[in-house]
């Protein structure tokens, strides 16, 4: 009786390190193989249009393409695309948009091997891999109301300290227009002041610097 195939894995990582460390445990298994390792999304896209790998990790902050879009993007393209988040972050927000966007699994990046290989082979197979820690927080995510792209781009420079004139003058909005989006902010995230929606807004992954 032949040996079932092996499971084919594209790596996206912009860490070199990562890449061969990955690659090490995962070429270990006879059911497993590592077909092709891109640095950016926009080398992923290429290598699994070529590939067409079984799974493939991704990433969330690279250069030139982030993980959420390249997995939009391969997730459009490619409707039975089967991909896993393996990430150092494991804030409410990165977690939502990561699954939002199609990925089947998330893992976080100081998992040990063995968790690596089962999320892996249960993706495989058809099934998402969510570890307790990462569906507990998407569960409260999943809680809170979601921010306009708006109220996501004044929240940013609110975090960075300016007023709600110097927030007009960045976006082109009206001062007015301003206070009411900060309003809808504050109650979206259950902060009393802009003070208050930044540590919010920080500890759930919505602003970065």
Excluded: C, W
Excluded at 32 to 58: C, H, S, Y
Excluded at 122 to 140: D, E, M, R
Excluded at 177 to 196: M, Y
């Amino acid at each position: 009786m032949s040996q079932p195939a092996a499971i084919r894995v594209l790596i996206v990582d912009d860490h070199i390190i990562v890449q061969e460390g990955l690659a090490a445990i995962i070429n270990e298994e006879e059911d497993m193989t590592v077909i092709g390792q891109a640095k950016n999304g926009i080398e992923a896209i290429a290598l699994f249009r070529q590939a067409q790998p079984d799974i493939t990790l991704m990433d969330l902050r690279m250069p030139e393409m982030g993980g959420v879009e390249t997995i939009t993007a391969l997730y459009a393209e490619f409707k039975t695309a089967r991909m896993i988040v393996l990430t150092t972050y494991d804030s409410d927000e990165d977690i939502y948009r990561g699954l939002r966007a199609g990925a089947k699994g998330y893992l976080l990046k100081d998992s040990k091997p063995s968790e690596l290989r089962t999320a892996i082979r249960t993706v495989h197979s058809g099934q998402q891999y969510i570890p307790l820690h990462v569906g507990a927080k998407l569960a409260q995510r999943m809680n809170h109301p979601e921010l306009t792209d708006r109220e996501l781009e004044v929240l940013q420079l609110v975090a960075q300290g300016m007023s709600n004139l110097e927030i007009g003058a960045a976006l082109t909005i009206a001062e007015s227009t301003v206070k009411s989006n900060i309003n809808r902010i504050l109650s979206k995230l259950g902060a009393k002041d802009r003070t208050q929606a930044t540590i919010i807004a920080m500890k759930r992954g919505l602003t970065s610097f």
